[in-house]
């Protein structure tokens, strides 16, 4: 009797039947990451995939017009910039001219000591224009790099303002309209519906040679296998351990009970 229940053990175990729910293969809590009034909050979108429509939008206004002043203030820098490095070339040729002018009357012996004093205060007074003129530029490039960054920063936020998901499924929006949000504050929660997962509990005992198992789907043997186990018992259910199996998505609906076994 002993070896009959020896035998029969390793068959209940293995052909234990649990039920697993379709599900999401990920679920997403999307926040913000600025704050602001909310000025729309599109709850017709539920249940939808917007494919980058927008659905939720926070006030930017002041954000666009600070945008378009900074954007014409560097169009202006980018114009001085210009007109400088040309004043530069031009004072660069003036110099080395004089330089040379200056060098030559130099070592005319004929040449008084006047001639030869202005030929140097002229030398050095374009030098001087042109290493101003150059750090003038220097000025105005390190300008147009802070604007630039002013720019990049006030485009970010503006586009962080409108939450346009793409590729998933708006299951819920947690704001409407009129709401103020901080950085932190939950918008929506989204599902990756492109792929779906069982989740099942299973025990120790059915964890032994899970790898090498047959996965049955509604009495239906699979190709599918255990993707991840947790090796931490589950908080919720002490004595077991949880296990996905990852499947194609539903061609309708989630949330179908599927029967599993293990075998």
Do not use: C
């Amino acid at each position: 009797m002993k070896r009959v229940l020896l035998l029969l053990i390793p068959i209940f175990v293995w052909g234990k039947v649990h039920y697993a729910k379709v599900e999401p293969y990920e679920s997403v809590v999307l926040k913000a990451s600025v704050s602001g009034l909310v000025l729309e909050a599109d709850l017709a979108s539920e249940g939808t995939q917007p494919e980058g429509k927008r659905v939720v939008y926070i006030d930017d206004r002041l954000d666009r017009v600070d945008l378009n002043a900074t954007q014409r203030s560097m169009a202006l820098l980018e114009e001085t910039l210009s007109i400088n490095e040309e004043m530069a070339s031009l004072l660069e040729k003036n110099m080395v001219r004089q330089e040379s002018y200056y060098h030559r009357i130099e070592k005319l012996p004929t040449a008084s000591t006047t001639q030869k004093d202005n030929a140097y205060s002229a030398f050095v007074s374009v030098k001087n224009q042109y290493l101003a003129t150059r750090e003038k530029i220097v000025s105005l490039k390190r300008q147009k790099t802070d604007l630039a960054y002013k720019i990049a920063r006030l485009q970010d936020t503006i586009a962080k303002k409108s939450l346009r998901p793409k590729g998933v499924y708006l299951y819920k929006l947690m704001v409407r309209k009129g709401d103020f949000v901080a950085p932190g504050t939950p918008l929506a929660r989204v599902d990756d519906a492109k792929r779906a997962k069982l989740v099942l509990f299973l025990d120790p005992d059915e964890l032994e040679g899970i790898e090498k198992r047959d996965i049955y789907l509604d009495g239906v043997k699979t190709d599918y296998h255990i993707g991840k186990i947790w090796r931490i018992a589950d908080e919720k259910y002490l004595s077991s351990y949880r296990a996905e199996i990852y499947i194609p998505a539903p061609k309708n609906y989630f949330s179908k009970l599927i029967k599993v076994e293990i075998k």
